[in-house]
């Protein structure tokens, strides 16, 4: 079983998102200016009460005289994101759905129509006759796919890429709230958003109150990978997650996001948890969970020999609304005895 070409596809498309951050610094999106970041300038009685307002966003600054009508969403932590704050009747279009959407959306989730399984074509995009298009991983904007944020402002068209691929040092819970607040502004919907943010603090507070006073716990993160461990580093969203949750990366050291790491160091650092990182077209967890219980150079390792994996959806450990919702089922994975 191989469990690691789908994770090397998945890095390219994460060190992707530097490149597109830095080509793109001078492009100004839509109708941009030259105003401030943020700055909300008087409303004009073509302009809606609170607009224009001007974004800064992985180097493309975009200006939104209204807020956007027709939107386009690639990959799901995005639409996730847009539901969340009752954005429903401005979506025209989702794709690559990779994981279980939350109960609570699926519902409004599925009646919006999915392009396509993976990234959709410039072409279909164009199809649904967005005003803006929102991308989760750097790939949305894929310039050699003929996706590149240039094309889709060249048809008229703005873009919107979340923070986590603007090639920033480390992602931190602080990200998915200042994700959260940018697309409440750019939506016209700020009220929303602080209400959501609030909502999102108040269960990584609970979750991370219960188990304050309990000894870190060392956790792996197994995403994929046989021949070598595809693993979570210290520069992505996943070791804030399990720090707050009680836990410790054992390869928080890894300045990465995602990076691959021997066998034999997952040995030697002696996890006590595995967290299992679940996604379409990588394994399932039950694949997972054979192949390490299967490695005899894994067996005592503490987390194999006791048999304690945490699964969490892909989609939960990236900037959006699920990562309040990872850090409290990591909180319980690792410290089930604070939560009985």
Known sequence: MSLFPHARRRLAVRGAATAVAVSLALLTAGCGSSGEAGAKPAATASSPEGFPVTVDNCGVRTTFDR???????????????????????????????DSAVLPELRKDFDAIPELAEREPSFEKILDAEPDLVYGGYGSAFDEKAGRSREAFADAGIDTHLNREYCGKDKVTMADTYAEVRTIGKIFGVPDRAEKLVADLEDRVGKAASAVSDEEKVPVFVYDSGDKSAFTAGGKGLGTDLIRRAGGENVFGD??????????EQVVERRPEVIAIYDYAGSGSVEQKKKFLLSRPALADVPAVKNKRFVVLPLTATLVGIRSAYAVDDLARGLHPESFR
Do not use: C, N, Y
Request: net charge negative.
């Open 254 to 263: 890894l300045d990465e996001v995602f990076g691959d790491v021997s066998w």
């Open 67 to 97: 807020p956007p009508s027709r939107v386009v969403t690639i990959h799901q932590h995005p639409a996730e994101l847009m539901l969340a704050l009752g954005l429903k009747d401005r979506m025209v279009g989702t794709a690559f759905p």
